[in-house]
């Protein structure tokens, strides 16, 4: 029975990687920029969405941050912002700040004054709350970094990103849970004392089930309206820390957090919350995604997935993908594996040309020097999503793109600014423009430099492969829900 079972794995897997190669023959290179001066004719009434990759208070962005606040401004909020947004070069502010929208992956909770301690309170996980004195940026306690990637920024980074020309930000990824269920719950106060939008999470007393079927009812998007064309934005992770789906690896057993299946795991959209099966969470996602198209003209899924270091997207990200951009999904804004992927065309079933950014990398991070070890997680993209209204026809032109860097100033301390290195524009050029094999050396030559970072991608490559086995044999491992 065993022997039986995986051969069968084995055949799925065998078939799923043989038609989603032959599906990939239906996507097609992009047309790459590094200008984001798109000039269209004046008939056309042109929108540009500008899309950043992860956000993360790492050790030295905090110490960078504290180091850099105004001491001159008397409200402490506005003086904790005022640290966060010296993290933001002129050049970076000024291309995120032109665009009509500009979205953001959030991957931490700025949870105000919450440790890593934790404790049960009504059948869920909450975190300890100490005082923090309002103008304290980095305390070591609630608003740190450490090596087993737990983090938490103090609540004025929101009003900081809104400053710098955020419009909206997902909360939707594997660190979303860092500060427990009251984390979650505070990140959203924060988020909306700041007048920042998000989407991903929900706040737990919030959470709309009156079928109680285990998925919310309420509604998963934002649209925003932009010179009369309505854009819909969504956000969904395919695993977090926290939520392992009966499968126990790595992360669980660094954090100090349980396993969130069956506790604040309701609060994210992710294709393992509530221990659901997985083609229940995800044809819900599509759902919600399809009502969002109906509702609006442009929809931007923004999905935080794949495999850790690798510069090539994963099967999995693939079938992911093109059930989201038939439900209705104009482009699938990617991050997570912390580097950047390729970004490909496809044409839908329905005739749109639709398309797909499968990572844009670190975008914030700690800061390091051309040819330093861990390089290729220091450069991201900043992505332009090119609208056009031609007398009421609205669609995605194309999708151009700006390499970023986080570097590290002289004085030991992070910046990101736009990447003008040849380093930089060889690994853009090779992700962007070479084939999966460049891609393959590309990531083999970046974990040979630095083979330490082998181990993160063994970490996600397991729940990588369990969630597209456990997806393929939901009559195995999965029951039906009532």
Avoid at 26 to 49: M, Q, R
Avoid at 266 to 276: E, F, G, K, M, P
Wanted: with cysteine; glycine share 6%.
């Amino acid at each position: 029975m065993i022997k039986k079972t995986l051969i069968t794995i084995i055949l799925i897997i065998g078939l799923s990687t043989s038609v989603l190669a032959s599906a990939e023959n239906v996507f097609c290179p992009i047309d790459s920029s590094y200008s984001a001066n798109i000039s269209f004719s004046e008939k056309h009434n042109n929108i540009k969405i500008a899309v950043t990759g992860d956000i993360l208070t790492t050790k030295n962005v905090l110490i960078t941050a504290d180091k850099q606040m105004n001491g001159s401004i008397e409200d402490p909020y506005v003086k904790v912002a005022s640290g966060f947004e010296k993290l933001f070069s002129e050049n970076i502010i000024e291309n995120i700040s032109s665009a009509d929208i500009t979205f953001g992956n959030l991957e931490e909770p700025i949870a105000e004054g919450l440790t890593e301690k934790w404790y049960w309170q009504d059948g869920r996980p909450i975190c300890e709350k100490i005082f923090v004195e309002e103008g304290v940026l980095h305390d070591g306690e609630a608003y740190k970094y450490n090596p087993r990637m737990v983090i938490n920024a103090h609540p004025a980074f929101a009003l900081a990103l809104k400053n710098v020309g955020y419009d909206i930000v997902s909360t939707a990824n594997n660190h979303y849970a860092n500060r427990a269920s009251n984390g979650i719950d505070s990140t959203i106060d924060a988020l909306k004392k700041a007048d920042l939008s998000y989407v991903g999470t929900l706040k737990y007393d919030e959470i709309l089930d009156e079928n109680s079927d285990g998925y919310p009812e309420n509604t998963p998007y934002v649209i925003k309206i932009v010179k009369d064309v309505k854009i819909a934005f969504l956000a969904f992770a395919h695993q977090t820390n926290h939520i392992v789906g009966g499968f126990q690896v790595f992360p669980v057993f660094l954090g100090r957090l349980p396993p969130a299946d069956k506790f604040c795991s309701r609060q994210v959209y992710s294709i393992l919350s509530n221990n659901a099966p997985i083609e229940f969470n995800i044809q819900n996602f599509c759902n919600g995604i399809s009502e969002a198209k109906s509702k609006s003209d442009i929809v931007c899924v923004s999905v935080h997935w794949g495999i850790c270091n690798k510069h090539e997207p994963s099967i999995l990200q693939k079938k992911i993908a093109k059930r989201f951009l038939e439900a209705g999904a104009d482009v699938i804004i990617g991050h997570g594996p912390h580097v950047i992927q390729p970004i490909e065309k496809f044409e839908t079933k329905d005739g749109r040309q639709t398309y797909v950014i499968y990572s844009l990398g670190n975008f914030l991070i700690d800061g390091g020097y051309e040819r330093s070890l861990t390089y290729d997680s220091k450069v991201g993209l900043i992505g332009f999503i090119n609208i056009i209204n031609n007398t009421g026809q609205i669609y995605v032109k194309n999708i151009t793109y700006i390499p970023t860097f986080s570097s590290k100033t002289k004085d030991c301390q992070t910046k990101v600014v736009i990447a003008k290195n040849k380093e930089a524009e060889k690994i853009v050029q090779t992700v962007m423009n070479g084939s999966r094999f460049n891609r393959f050396v590309l990531t083999q030559k970046y974990l040979t430099i630095n083979p330490g970072l082998r181990i993160f991608i063994r970490d996600d490559m397991l729940p990588d492969h369990w969630i597209l086995i456990k997806w393929k044999l939901g009559f195995i491992f999965e029951t039906k829900k009532n």
